[in-house]
């Protein structure tokens, strides 16, 4: 009897053992994938992680299907991994594989099928089956392959969706595609036949008698001794004073030839620049201190203010990890971000680079994967966000974690819950790879980590080419609304800035951290607020759709013309979103082009690409956005940034709501004035004299850490404490809070260390759920694992209560 012991893209925390026959064992190795039945009628895409020959007591075990690959697809190192994030994390085994893989690699009977709208098919061509399957889609956009099975009556309908896929009918409903036009530019040379030197004076023998049309030449030549580098049809006729139409002319003419030339995008040849790369001294001295560092520790920070060119050290850094042969991870928080990166590092590394995130299509992904199973020299240098991590890397020497403490490398939901930053550490231990995370605002765990040395520490405390940190100037808004100095929600000190660069050709960033028009809408006679029906939230008005929409789970409704309560007519909107400010400055800077890059702009696969480009491009003058603009960015010409409401961050109720603002703010500012002039930040705040403000204005983070840390020390928070969050839901309110109390209970009767709870968050219901949490604070000194297996303990016991049962609950390890 032989037995495989397989991984199922199931929210189980167990694996499970199948029968293989004798062949198939010595064929089958760790990490390859086969077809397994599971339940009743489903078949799933299973991964090997062991193979032995001890039959399972408590069940017969099932014969595999089919095994579908010839080598294996993940590696042990990797598998190991997802094993340490399940236990660390609390969440199946199952999660974590299905969070890890590609979905292109993961078929199964819940995958959905839809028809391609464009094909025409002629129905004498098929099969019944094919037919029945055809016809269906008709009347339903798509089905499950469970729904078909049913339709068919039959239980193997693979063969005919296989058929139907190879006549180009059905497609797997997985992504839709974009496409998106690069931006081509126009181009011209001289005609090839007038290259040589008796050309010339064919040519001025043909333009004898045409004066504007040897103007447009002249020009060509002189711009062409000049400049060494192709010449843009816009370039000449503003040089040589004439219109396209007399380029045109000459390109009928055959004196010019017109070619077009991909712009700004990752405008890549296959050939890596030869250029090196010239660290300034700042940038030299940490480049020695962090290869020190890592002789001696396995992970350092680089501490360095915005603007201090980091990018420039990872990558001197990368350069020397790729000549011993090794691969290099580089993670980012955000996906607007690996966008502006990829074409830095390709520039300077040529095709070894290798991008990784949600927005890429699956056959990309697909790819990727391969490229790194492989070693392949394609994806030596892999950079992603937080899912990246996951890639089957053979030979791992180095881990760059950029922008740290970014909150978006902890994924929320669904599990795994894991902490990118953290997981990458780990990774990293199990290759016997260095890590190096770089910050200018880093996390507070971080840097205590360095302090108590357990990481290593290099700081640079100037930016690059010795530009001066920007000037921020603070604008009191209680006081400008008092002396009516307020248009809109723009004080008239940010409108001036504003003015004063956009007349010096200089580019703005505005930043407010909340989409939509305004997040509410409240009727003057009755105070009415329209609310989502499903969450415990007010409806936000998005004014270019017209409509109200729930941010929390997608429910819209046309905007009320008349109160919904009380059906008056006066409604008026209160708060204001990135969508209002755009508005307002239509009207205020009515010459200037603005842009918007917030969630509901950056929707498709090159959502953020279009919306960089163009600022980079300097086809905006002024971009308005939220948090997505705060990281990394590298834009040469904003002379300015106006934080248009500090205080909506500051009073979150959160324990890092100073932390996170102080960093949020900073980040943005450092957007600011990043080549030779000094730039502005202006902060409009009702708080101006707030600590965490003052820290900002004065640069100060060490002010705000030591601050921080005294208040996290007195109320048990991390880094002195790790904190497992339960978040418990259910449709019954008073079921939800008779279940959490004795949840509660179990766990404070039986843990000896601070429970809380069982609290209503501030949104305590979304979709139809209401929700109360529990926190568990674990002193640093207590063993971490131990503490787990009790509270999981406690919780399988709850699972056991039979009238608990349907509550579902979720636990989250390091919440923050």
Known sequence: MFFVEVILPLSLAKTFTYRVSEAEFHFIKIGMRVAVPFGKSKIYTALVIDMHQNEPSLYDAKEIHQILDERPIATETQIKHWLWIANYYMCGIGDVYRGAFPTGLLLESETMISRKPEVLVNDSELSDDEFLIYEALHHQNSLKIQEIISILNKKNILPVLQKLMEKDIIVLEEEIKESYKPKLVRYVKLHSKYESDNGLTELLEVLKSANKQKEVVLAYFQLSASEKKPITVKKLTEVSNSTSTIVKTLIEKEIFEEYYLQHDRVSFDGKASEKQLHLSEAQEKAFNEIKNSLLQKEVCLLHGV?????????????EEYLETGKQVLYLLPEIALTTQLVSRLRNHFGDKVAVFHSKYSNNERVEVWKQTLENSDKAQIVIGARSALFLPFNNLGLLIVDEEHEQTFKQTDPAPRYHARDSAIVLANFHQAKVLLGSATPSIETYFNTQIEKFGLVTITERYNNVRMPEVLLVDLKDK???????????????????????LGEQVILFQNRRGYSPIIECMTCGHVPHCQQCDVSLTFHKNKNQLRCHYCGYSIAKPTHCHSCSSIDLTTKGFGTEQIEQELVSLFPKAKTGRMDQDTTRGKFGFEKIID??????????????????????DNVSLVGIMNADNMLHHPDFRAFERSFQMMTQVAGRAGRSEKQGKVVIQTYNPNHNTIQQVTT??????????????QIYKYPPYFRIIKLTLKHKDFEKLKEGSMWLYQVLSQNLTMPVLGPEEPAISRIRNEYIRTILIKIPQNLHLGNTKKTIQ???????????YRAIKVIANVDFY
């Open 699 to 712: 640069h100060n983070y060490i002010g705000m850490y030591k601050e921080q840390l005294y208040d996290r």
């Open 481 to 503: 609304h008092f002396r009516k100095r307020m248009t809109g929600h723009f004080s008239d000190l940010l409108i001036e800035e504003i003015a004063e660069a956009l007349s």
């Open 614 to 635: 163009s600022f980079k491009n300097r086809e905006i003058d002024i971009l308005v956005g939220t948090q997505m603009l705060a990281k990394g960015l590298d834009f």
């Open 793 to 803: 303990k406690m919780l399988n016991s709850f699972e056991a209560v039979a009238q």
């Open 306 to 318: 915005t603007s201090s060119g980091k990018t420039e050290i990872y990558i001197k850094l990368i």
